[in-house]
């Protein structure tokens, strides 16, 4: 297969992109510092750009360079930026960067990659969402609102491009141990539930991709959580969540 990640310099889609690569696919991807991957995944033949998910015509250039006019298969766009305004206050440079990554930089990168599968009638788009995009209520955070647009743009997308042969895939994680999440809880997820390992991630997000869920939610026991939680009253689940998020904030 031909598979290219926007997001592959770190975390979820460096571990996708290094799960490809050792099952003998070519395997492209993006970030705006590819100097983040090490050596070894290069010489393994991992194609990699550098460019920002925002500008549609640098994604479209680096898709029609890595694809070289053949067939792109698989898609995932992994690239996101999270910014927690309820913590640390709003900021408009955060929000804004929030929605051109997580809501704009999937929308190019579906859209440059469906350029090169339309053609052959098939491919695969992804979407690396959020388990937290389950939980529809007003104190949401821009983070978890952008989120939340992306499995619906995949709904859209999907129902879209069935007749070009197209799946698309909205993956729903909860918490993953990675760099950047631990850089966003100083270096400490003894509070995160149902913590998973990259490898644990890339297991289930790779199996959902092999079998064309449409949408996939996990680990299970958070998808129960979560699923609780979004049939509650909004103004219950406000409270809930406002409670919680006192909790951890007295935690730090
Ligand atoms: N870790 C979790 O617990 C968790 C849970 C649910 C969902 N997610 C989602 O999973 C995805 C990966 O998260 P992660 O934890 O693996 O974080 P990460 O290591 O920070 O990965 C984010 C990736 O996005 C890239 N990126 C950010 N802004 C970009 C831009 N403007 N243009 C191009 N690339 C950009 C980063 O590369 P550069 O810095 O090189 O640009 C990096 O490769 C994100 O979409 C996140 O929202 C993560």
């Known amino acids: 297969m031909n598979v290219f990640i926007t997001g592959g310099t770190s975390g979820i889609g460096l571990a996708l992109a290094e799960y490809y690569i050792n099952n003998g696919h070519k395997v492209g991807v993006c970030g705006r510092d590819i100097s983040k991957i090490n050596a070894a995944l290069i010489e393994a033949q991992l194609q990699a750009y550098q460019l920002d998910v925002y500008t549609k015509t640098d994604l479209q250039s680096a898709l029609n360079n890595f694809c070289q006019g053949e067939h792109l298969d698989l898609l995932i766009a992994s690239a996101g930026h999270y910014y927690n305004e309820l913590s640390n206050g709003p900021d408009y440079e955060e929000c804004t960067n929030m929605l051109k990554v997580n809501m704009i930089g999937m929308i190019n990168a579906f859209e440059?990659?469906?350029?090169?599968?339309?053609?052959?009638k098939k491919g695969h788009l992804v979407s690396i969402a959020s388990v937290s995009s389950l939980l529809d209520y007003p104190k949401a955070t821009v983070y978890t609102k952008s989120k939340r647009a992306n499995v619906q743009m995949c709904d859209a997308y999907r129902t879209a491009l069935a007749p070009?042969?197209?799946?698309?895939t909205a993956v729903m994680p909860g918490y993953v141990d990675t760099l950047k999440l631990r850089s966003l809880n100083n270096n400490d997820l003894s509070k995160k539930m149902f913590l998973l390992s990259c490898h644990e991630a890339v297991a289930i997000i790779t199996n959902a991709i092999e079998k064309?869920?449409?949408?996939?939610?996990?680990?299970p026991k958070m998808k129960y959580l979560m699923t609780f939680l979004s049939v509650l009253p909004k103004?219950?689940?406000?409270l809930i969540m406002s409670k919680q998020k006192q909790h951890a904030c007295r935690q730090q």
């Open 164 to 168: 070009f042969g197209i799946w698309v």
């Open 235 to 238: 103004w219950l689940l406000s």
């Open 212 to 219: 064309k869920k449409d949408v996939i939610i996990f680990p």
């Open 112 to 120: 440059a990659a469906r350029a090169c599968m339309h053609r052959n």
